[in-house]
C-alpha cells in the first residue's frame, strides 16, 4: 500500500507541475495577445476629426448650417448638446455682433442626412440629441440669432464640442 500511494502522488505531482506550465505558457500568450491588439487599436484608432460647417441659408433672423463629418471618430449627437456655438454678426446699426447660442434654446439639430440623403448607418434621433454623426454624414443645423441681427450680412458660425474640436463655417 506505501509504495502505489508514493507511485500515485508522484503522478499527481507531474500532472500539477505539467498543468502549472500549460498555465503559464497560456497566459504569457494572452499576455502577447492583449498587449498586440492593444497596439494595434492605439495605431488604428480615431483620428483627428475633420469637418466642415457651412451657412445654407438665411430666412429673418433663422440661419439653416450644415456640419458635415469628413473623418475621424463619429461624433455623439449629445455631445453636441454640449457643445458651443458662437454666432459673429452685423447687427441692423451697423455694429459687430457676438451671441453665444445655448442648445435646444436658440440651435438645434433639425436631421441627420447621409451622403444619398438617408442616414442608414445608426439613424439618429437630433430631438432627443440621441445618435452618432459619422464621417460622410451630415448634421442640419437651425440657429436663432438675436433680433438685431443683419441678414443681409451674413454670419460667421464657431462650434467647439467638449472635445476641443473647433468648426467655422459662414455665409
Known amino acids: 500500500m506505501g509504495l502505489s500511494t508514493a507511485v500515485t502522488a508522484s503522478f499527481a ?3 500539477l507541475i505539467g498543468a502549472m506550465a500549460s498555465l503559464l505558457t497560456l497566459s504569457s500568450e494572452v499576455r502577447s495577445g492583449l498587449l498586440e491588439l492593444s497596439e494595434k487599436m492605439r495605431s488604428d484608432g480615431c483620428q483627428a476629426r475633420s469637418a466642415v460647417l457651412e451657412v445654407k441659408w438665411i430666412n429673418g433672423s433663422e440661419v439653416g448650417a ?3 463629418l469628413h473623418s ?3 461624433l455623439k449627437l449629445r455631445d453636441l448638446a454640449s457643445s458651443d456655438l458662437y454666432a459673429y454678426y452685423w447687427t441692423l446699426s451697423g455694429a459687430r455682433g457676438f451671441s453665444r447660442l445655448r442648445p435646444d434654446q436658440d440651435w438645434r439639430v433639425l436631421e441627420v442626412r447621409g451622403p444619398a440623403g438617408l442616414e442608414l448607418l445608426n439613424p439618429s434621433t437630433p430631438g432627443a440629441w440621441e445618435g452618432v454623426l459619422d464621417p460622410g454624414e451630415e448634421a ?4 436663432r440669432l438675436p433680433g438685431e441681427f443683419d441678414a443681409g450680412r451674413g454670419a460667421v458660425l464657431v462650434l467647439v464640442t467638449p472635445d476641443g474640436d473647433r468648426v467655422v463655417g459662414g455665409g
Request: glycine share 24%; charged share 10%.
Open 140 to 143: 442640419v443645423m437651425l440657429a
Open 66 to 68: 450644415g456640419l458635415r
Open 72 to 74: 475621424g471618430c463619429g
Open 13 to 15: 505531482l507531474m500532472l
